[in-house]
């Protein structure tokens, strides 16, 4: 079992920033099997999208809408994933969400507000 926390989500004027971190704790078998750290958002009406993803590796994959402007970062020590937001758009307000791949398993963080005003 992996249990997921996230943090960092917030208010913010479009053109603004905001990090989000997620940490990830557990038995240390399930914390060594980790291997796609990544977010996904979810906005009122929609399906939940993937947003970024980083392998064990460091090979990262972004959605069209965000690249060139976010940015996801792994920190194998910490067990954090994080995702910088840059030049935010008021179409990037959803409920953020943590996954983390580990033995075959999806685990979801319980998920981060981020609402961009114009």
């Known amino acids: 079992q992996v249990q997921l926390v996230e943090s960092g989500g917030g208010l913010v004027q479009a053109g603004g920033s905001l990090r989000l971190s997620c940490a990830a704790s557990g038995s240390m078998f399930s914390i060594f099997s980790i291997n796609t750290m990544g977010w996904y958002r979810q906005a009122p009406g929609h399906q939940r999208e993937l947003v970024a993803s980083?392998?064990?590796?460091?090979?990262?994959n972004y959605a069209d809408a965000v690249k060139g402007r976010f940015t996801i970062s792994r920190d194998n020590v910490k067990n954090t994933v994080y995702l910088q937001m840059n030049k935010l758009k008021p179409e990037d307000t959803a409920v953020y969400y943590c996954?983390?791949?580990?033995?075959?398993?999806?685990?979801w963080g319980q998920g981060t507000q981020v609402t961009v005003s114009s």
């Open positions: 980083i392998a064990g590796l460091g090979r990262t």
């Open positions: 996954n983390v791949g580990a033995r075959g398993d999806d685990y």
